[in-house]
């Protein structure tokens, strides 16, 4: 089973305040020269009935009179036809009305169109786009938790970019020392350097979405409530913005030194003997804790959302957390771990539709589709051997390399056992925990994995994995389709991920994207290795996820029949094997 965890959430009060307007706390200088904050949140609350504009020092009423005065005006703008607009000036009071009445942002690429008018269509563009600002210590999974978030948003269709300070900061290194001094908070100027480029990616990162991005991550430490609020104060002037605060923090010690040492792996220590290097990057972590600010009371008293990662997501914290899109990153932040794995994908073995070129129905396998299942349950017993002794010994060369660069292993033992007998109960102990089978419910499917035993694997048939459903195109060959229904056949041509087949159940990439959803958390929540045994669409599109491919290629990806690709995760991302079935020799053969 998966790991358990602990999830705190806080839900936003209902206030009187009119979401529309910007939240964001200003940042001022008082008499003293610190910081002072005004308490205003840049998250946007749930709306409510009050009509209201607010200043960061007033909340001005709506006169009765005006309100009607404007409710009053000619309906226009109730006019939907993409023919007709209206060159109209719309005042600051009457968009403030709009945004009064408009959504919390519930867009859904692909299932969800929103109507919109011209007061309202560019508030309503911006009304979903996303600002996530990290938070966190060095080496807390911060950069590995943002590209995940990107590959599974992107994968979503909404487009999303990582903005690394870290990387601009390199490329100034010619200008500044980039040792542990340049983070040393008790100095002055270096910490105007560090808070000047973390304000210039937040600007590369605004243009960016004003451009069509949907979601920017701004990837840097942000250890300090002054660093923050520099932030929010200038996405204030971007009220049309939502943004989540989100801290990694890691208290697992052994996890820790895991991380300080793939950091020496990393640009800044490349070419640095390595117990200098490691010195020098925990003296970096040491200034960065003198200073650092976590997420809480003052985050609260504003109303800001927030989510917190305790040890990669054992404990989860959420606060005041406000729309969709919010939503789902937290929901997909809860559910993954650290777990070595495979995860095999699939298409069942041929049917007696594919070989006459039909799609769709609900065939069963042909002789040679009955062939494949039967060598697919060897060479995943194979493999799953094969696996176990591939990641002990890299585990057994990995302390070799920290011992050859003079440190301690992190693999600890009491003499007891020699090293190859600690490998072999390793590889013992991998090869039995469980495996999880996964297929559809359709015949070609299930026949595929009727060679595994059930004692030994736990099978589940889940309608989730069934192939697009082609509606009025389903148990035709292409050739059909292209002379019975041609102005079908070329739509599809022209966009395969939005085009949905016509008829009663008809779906499309996106479609079937949002019903593989499930899928997709609950692997990344499970720590069991699997295989899923599925169809062409399916397979393009959780490959698409694993593999980070973008929405123009994912459609097009050449996942042949009898075919396995097995996905191995790791820190820095998932690894990929592709195995081809040669029938005449009766074997897997791996391609390069």
């Not at 070419?271 to 003296?283: H, Q, Y």
């Not at 976590?294 to 990669?312: F, M, S």
């Not at 595929?448 to 459903?469: G, V």
């Amino acid at each position: 089973m998966g790991q358990a965890y602990s999830c705190i959430t806080c839900f936003p009060s209902l206030s009187s305040k009119d979401p529309s307007q910007s939240q964001i706390p200003d940042l001022e200088m008082n008499d003293s020269g610190s910081p002072t904050f005004l308490p205003l949140s840049p998250c946007a609350t749930p709306t409510t009935t009050t009509t209201t504009t607010s200043t960061p020092n007033s909340v001005t009423r709506i006169p009765a009179n005006l309100l009607n005065h404007t409710l009053d005006q000619p309906t226009q703008w109730l006019q939907l036809s993409p023919e007709i607009s209206y060159n109209h000036n719309y005042s600051p009071l009457e968009m403030a009305l709009s945004r009064q009445h408009r959504g919390s942002g519930f867009d859904v690429p692909g299932a969800v169109h929103s109507v919109t008018t011209p007061r309202l269509d560019k508030e309503m563009q911006g009304d979903a786009k996303l600002v996530i600002i990290m938070v966190g210590l060095p080496a807390r999974g911060k950069s590995y938790i943002v590209k995940k978030l990107r590959r599974y948003l992107n994968w979503l269709q909404y487009e999303t970019k990582v903005f690394n300070v870290g990387n601009l900061r390199r490329e100034c290194e010619t200008e500044h020392e980039q040792s542990a001094k340049f983070f040393d908070p008790d100095n002055a100027e270096l910490k105007k350097i560090r808070d000047k480029l973390a304000l210039d990616v937040l600007e590369n990162l605004i243009r960016w979405l004003k451009e069509g991005g949907r979601v920017a991550i701004h990837d840097a430490t942000n250890s300090t409530i002054e660093r923050r609020a520099l932030l929010l104060k200038r996405l204030r002037q971007e009220p049309q913005f939502r943004v989540l605060l989100l801290e990694s923090l890691c208290t697992d010690d052994r996890i820790l030194e895991r991380n300080f040492r793939l950091k020496l792996l990393g640009p800044d220590y490349r070419n640095r003997p390595a117990a200098d290097a490691l010195a020098d990057f925990k003296s970096r972590v040491t200034n960065y804790e003198r200073a650092y600010q976590p997420i809480g009371d003052w985050e609260e008293e504003r109303d800001i959302q927030y989510c917190k990662l305790i040890n990669v997501g054992k404990k989860v914290i959420a606060c005041n957390i406000s729309g969709y899109l919010t939503g789902q990153c937290v929901f997909y932040l809860m559910n993954f771990n650290l777990a070595d794995r495979q995860i095999f994908l699939t298409r069942h073995g041929q049917s007696t539709d594919n070989v006459t070129g039909r799609i769709g129905g609900d065939a069963d396998l042909s002789p040679s589709g009955r062939k494949y299942a039967e060598a697919l349950s060897k060479f995943i017993k194979e493999q799953r051997v094969q696996f176990a002794l591939d990641l002990v010994h890299e585990q057994h060369e990995r302390e070799e390399i920290w011992k050859s660069k003079g440190l301690e292993p992190l693999e600890k033992t009491d003499g007891s056992r020699t090293p190859e007998e600690l490998m072999k109960a390793k590889a013992e102990s991998i090869c039995n925990s469980q495996f999880i089978i996964w297929t559809s419910m359709l015949k070609r499917a299930m026949s595929t994995a009727a060679y595994f035993d059930p004692d030994e694997y736990d099978i589940k048939h889940i309608r989730f994995l069934n192939e697009i459903n082609a509606s009025i195109c389903e148990g035709m060959t292409y050739e059909e389709i292209s002379n019975v229904y041609p102005d079908e056949y070329n739509l599809r041509k022209q966009n395969k991920l939005f085009y949905r087949y016509p008829g009663i159940g008809g779906e499309s990439y996106m479609d079937v994207i949002h019903r593989t959803q499930s899928m997709i958390i609950e692997l990344e929540r499970m720590s069991q290795s699997c295989l899923i045994i599925t169809h062409r669409v399916v397979m393009r599109i959780l490959l698409g996820y694993l593999t980070d491919m973008s929405q123009k290629e994912m459609p097009h990806m050449d996942v042949p029949m009898h075919t396995v690709f097995e996905i191995r995760p790791k820190p820095y991302g998932n690894e990929i094997l592709k195995w081809r079935y040669v029938e005449h020799l009766d074997k897997f053969v791996q391609d390069t």
